[in-house]
């Protein structure tokens, strides 16, 4: 094919890629590995770092995997500028121009490293530890691991373009990333107080968990027990001597507390009623209802700090000038947003919206051989916490968001390959991220038209 009266190189690439059939994924790829080359030349020698707690393994090595120097240094992370400098006084005695620094992100020490290697305008990369650990087993089919083999592994899988460049995080996108981390661990024990509140109480005091649908949502429900175990010590003797007008005013009071203007006394006065109720193990009864107030107390607290760390992220998102992008997505709050971000970090940085679902391990796994077809499911890789923020976010958005809502109805009702729920709700997950990366890349609020047919659609539209 000539290619002479072209223009641009672009111009000549674009028509070599077409006449080659190179595909969207063969693209993304060799792009990928363009930007790698540039951040590992080969007129730079790879430092490979082996990251401990007082104990750094240090190779520099060349392209082919040769060891050109090795030195163990007895420090910590934050002095390892030393092992920099011997290092690229190693690579420049070796004829090279420079040295591209590789580890593993294991904790927080690669963090302080990339920082040393930031400072002396060297390039740093990472390798993932399960394709260190892979490569580990394939050096010499024996499952030795070393300090000093596996800075070598990491080496000679970065002069293979087998690493990746790690997020570079500002101060305000850092500080969401913690915030986000805080408020899942907040969750978790929100979580473990609720189990262990209805454990307790279905041994001795079951008929207390049916006086409200929802009891552990229910703020008039944890204010009448709050009142029960706390000022009467679990004693129904004295909360029943104290009367039902009497045990409602306090409520009333109680429940402001809980964040509510006012109580449901129903819910109320069918605790009330169950105090009566003689079901449940009643030897354990003081003991339990007495560790009940414990955790009730503890709940409350983890409560009112989880609502504190969502305001936080909240403001976090105003400060990024995200809020208002993201929040024009129905269905989707601001707490979401947040917590599908702090997972993410900056969209920006993903090359694509599939790559932000890759990420999350959100993206259909192909398995075809010949004539062979598999069955299709998510890879179930990358971050477990973003693929359970995005998973959150499906169960609003699928009642709450008429593009949602008519997918899952269309991905759980089709006469062909019929999706079971909690795989409809996988691929409305997706969709979700992609069209949160979409909004916040591209600064446009979010248009139904636009999510449910594509830009091509829309495109011809206005044309038209």
């Known amino acids: 094919m000539r290619l002479a009266g072209l223009g641009s190189h672009a111009q000549k690439e674009d028509v070599m890629n077409k006449a080659s059939q190179i595909s969207r994924g063969d693209k993304s790829r060799n792009a990928r590995l363009g930007r790698l080359r540039q951040l590992v030349p080969t007129t730079s020698a790879i430092v490979g770092i082996d990251l401990a707690d007082a104990k750094q393994m240090v190779v520099v090595c060349d392209h082919d995997s040769r060891v050109l120097a090795r030195k163990t240094f007895r420090v910590r992370a934050w002095d390892l500028g030393v092992a920099l400098d011997w290092a690229a006084a190693k690579a420049a005695r070796a004829g090279f121009a420079g040295v591209t620094v590789a580890c593993e992100p294991t904790g927080h020490r690669w963090r302080i490293l990339s920082q040393l290697a930031e400072q002396r305008d060297m390039a740093f990369v990472c390798v993932q530890p399960l394709i260190s650990a892979w490569a580990r087993r394939g050096e010499d089919l024996t499952t030795d691991k070393t300090d000093e083999k596996d800075a070598v592994v990491i080496a000679r899988l970065t002069a293979q373009l087998r690493c990746y460049v790690p997020e570079v995080v500002d101060e305000t996108w850092g500080r969401l990333r913690h915030l986000g981390t805080r408020r899942e661990r907040l969750l978790t024990e929100l979580t473990a107080h609720v189990q262990q509140m209805r454990d307790l109480l279905e041994c001795v005091w079951p008929t207390s968990l049916e006086a409200a649908n929802y009891p552990f949502r229910s703020r008039t429900w944890m204010a009448t027990m709050q009142v029960i175990l706390e000022r009467d010590g679990a004693d129904f003797a004295r909360t029943k001597r104290l009367g039902l007008a009497r045990l409602e005013k306090l409520v009333r009071k109680e429940v402001l507390r809980w964040g509510a203007e006012k109580p449901t006394l129903r819910i109320t006065r069918n605790l009330f009623a169950a105090l009566d ?22 709940f409350f607290h983890a409560r009112r700090r989880r609502v504190d760390v969502e305001e936080r992220m909240t403001a976090v998102l105003e400060e990024l000038g995200v809020k208002d992008l993201a929040g024009s997505i129905p269905g989707l709050s601001s707490i979401a947003v947040a917590a599908i971000l702090a997972e993410t970090g900056d969209p920006r940085r993903f090359t694509s919206a599939r790559a932000l679902v890759k990420h999350a391990g959100l993206a259909p796994r ?21 693929r359970l923020a995005a998973w959150r976010g499906v169960w609003a958005t699928v009642q709450h968001n008429p593009v949602h809502a008519a997918r899952y109805e269309h991905l759980t009702h089709r006469e062909h390959n019929r999706l079971k729920p909690t795989q409809a709700q996988a691929a409305v997950a997706a969709a979700l991220l992609r069209q949160l990366h979409a909004v916040i890349v591209t600064g446009r609020p979010w248009d139904a038209e636009v999510a449910t047919h594509g830009m091509r659609r829309r495109a011809q539209q206005v044309a038209a």
């Open 277 to 298: 109720d003689e079901a449940g193990v009643l030897t354990h009864r003081p003991g339990a209802l007495e560790r009940v107030g414990f955790v009730l107390d503890d």
């Open 366 to 386: 192909e398995r075809s051989s010949g004539t062979f077809v598999g069955r299709t499911k998510v890879t179930g890789q990358g971050r477990p916490g973003l």
